[in-house]
Each structure stands twice: as C-alpha cells, then as structure tokens.
C-alpha cells in the first residue's frame, strides 16, 4: 500500500487543522493506520492509532483530548482531526500503515508503509 499525507500547515495555538492520508491499494481496510510526528532536533514519536476495524483507538498522553483519529475504508483515508493546537505540536506529521498481526502501535519500527510527511506549525 502507498500512503500521501496532506493537509498540513500555519495554524495559532488553539486552532484547529484537519491531516489526512490518502492510500492506494485494495487492502487498505485490512490494514492498522498511526500518525508520527518529529520536530525539528528530535525523534519521531507517536501521536494515535486506529485499528484495521476502527474498533479501537491509541493516542499519546500529550494528545489525548485534542486529536482524534478515525479511518473510511471506502474512501481509503485516515483522518487527524487536531484541535486545540499548541506550539509543542509544530513538527511533521507522518502517517503509517501495516498489517495487525500482534501490531505494537507506538513502535515506528513495526510499520512497513509511510507516507512522505506534512508539516504543521502552530504559532504562539
């Protein structure tokens, strides 16, 4: 499966922006989808989750609250809906996809496909 992210941008702190990641591919409903993010001078950490269903969703503690996730399998898209934005949330926003076979969802590691990341930057 190929990921596209997009829909990243210049916001204020307390404003909202909405990502998407776009797949291609027949599978796409079989696969669990997560956002990273990596600021600048740091490593890329997880932001959310969703299961391959939507049955179930992660999130990261500093998130929890603002973002939500949510994936349309018949459109082949997974949503980051992000409100509340504070500047600690600037960075690029990476979407990836894999299969859920006992999926470690925080662990960048255990995904195979990545999309090529959207910058968000939240302004003070």
């Known amino acids: 499966v190929q ?3 997009f829909g990243g941008g210049l916001v204020q702190a307390g404003g909202s922006l909405r990502l998407s ?3 291609s591919g027949r599978t796409f409903s ?3 989808m997560a956002w990273f993010r990596q600021a ?3 490593e890329r950490e997880f932001v959310t989750a969703i299961r391959w269903s939507g049955s179930r969703t992660y999130y990261a503690d500093s998130v929890k609250g603002r973002f939500i ?3 349309d399998n018949a459109k082949n898209t997974v949503y980051l809906q992000m409100n509340s934005l504070k500047p600690e949330d600037t960075a690029v926003y990476y979407c ?3 299969k ?3 999926l470690k969802y925080w662990e960048a590691t255990e995904y195979d496909y990545w999309g090529q990341g959207t910058l968000v930057t939240v302004s003070s």
């Open 40 to 42: 600048p001078g740091k």
């Open 21 to 23: 990641c776009a797949a």
């Open 69 to 71: 996730i949510s994936k």
């Open 30 to 32: 079989s696969y669990s």
């Open 100 to 102: 859920d076979y006992g």
């Open 3 to 5: 990921l596209q992210a």
């Open 96 to 98: 990836a996809g894999e």
